[in-house]
């Protein structure tokens, strides 16, 4: 069973600093993912994807994946409190494959 | 254009009762997925229809749980007896369709979800 694992957190983080978030998998075929944001008591909003080894950058987020240690991070740059949800690791797939989340949480 | 909906928002019922939550996916949309999402968990895959068929309903906890996509646009997800073990965010989503491509038409977009708490 393919499994995506994320530390729960709480991260917290200054405002302006950097947020690294990490999520490793269990299933080496696995080929492609997703970086979801969700504020709390709202729905997913999709953020990034990412299906190459090395990094994909869009703003202030980069996604990186590493198919060879089998995890996936995302970056945020100068954090904003704005930026203080809950950020969901998926693999692609039908249906999609979640980890459980690690909330960020950015102090002003 | 209008994004995934879903009624009602929250729901409150007792144990033992039959309740119906509805979603309306995105028009034109062909797939429809369902996930249940409990507190401090990522959701969860209940079942997925592809038109009208159930074409992976592998999530589905028991038998209690049945969903329908009678014309392969709005579904109705049914869950009879309800336990208190049901409490959780019932999300829906929807995709132009269903596909192992690159970033494309099978993203899936996620509506607001309903709220489901069993007393």
């Known amino acids: 069973q393919k499994e995506v694992e994320q530390n729960s957190g709480p991260l917290s983080v200054p405002e302006g600093a950097i947020a690294s978030l990490n999520c490793t998998y269990s299933?080496?075929?696995?080929?492609?993912f997703f970086w979801y944001r969700q504020y709390s008591g709202k729905s997913p909003e999709l953020i990034m994807f990412?299906?190459?080894?090395g990094d994909k950058e869009d703003g202030r987020f980069t996604a990186q994946l590493n198919k060879a240690s089998q995890y996936v991070s995302l970056l945020i740059r100068d954090s904003q409190p704005s930026d203080s949800a809950t950020y969901l690791c998926?693999?692609?797939?039908?249906?999609?494959?979640f980890g459980k989340g690690t909330r960020l949480s950015v102090i002003a | 254009g209008a994004g995934v909906s879903q009624t009602p928002s929250n729901k409150v019922t007792e144990k033992g009762k039959y309740v119906e939550l509805r979603c309306d996916p995105i028009?034109?949309?062909?797939?429809l997925y369902w996930y249940r999402q409990s507190l401090g968990q990522g959701p969860e895959f209940l079942i997925y229809?592809?038109?009208?068929?159930?074409?992976?309903d592998s999530g589905l906890p028991n038998d209690r749980f049945f969903a329908v996509r009678p014309e392969g646009s709005v579904s109705t997800l049914k869950i009879q007896r309800t336990e208190r073990g049901d409490s959780a965010v019932y999300l829906c989503a929807s995709s132009l369709t269903v596909g192992r491509g690159l970033l494309g038409p099978d993203t899936q977009y996620f509506g607001p979800g309903t709220r489901l708490t069993v007393l």
């Open positions: 990412i299906y190459s080894n």
């Open positions: 028009s034109g949309h062909t797939a």
């Open positions: 998926a693999l692609k797939g039908t249906p999609l494959v």
């Open positions: 299933d080496r075929g696995s080929q492609s």
């Open positions: 229809f592809q038109g009208t068929g159930a074409a992976d």
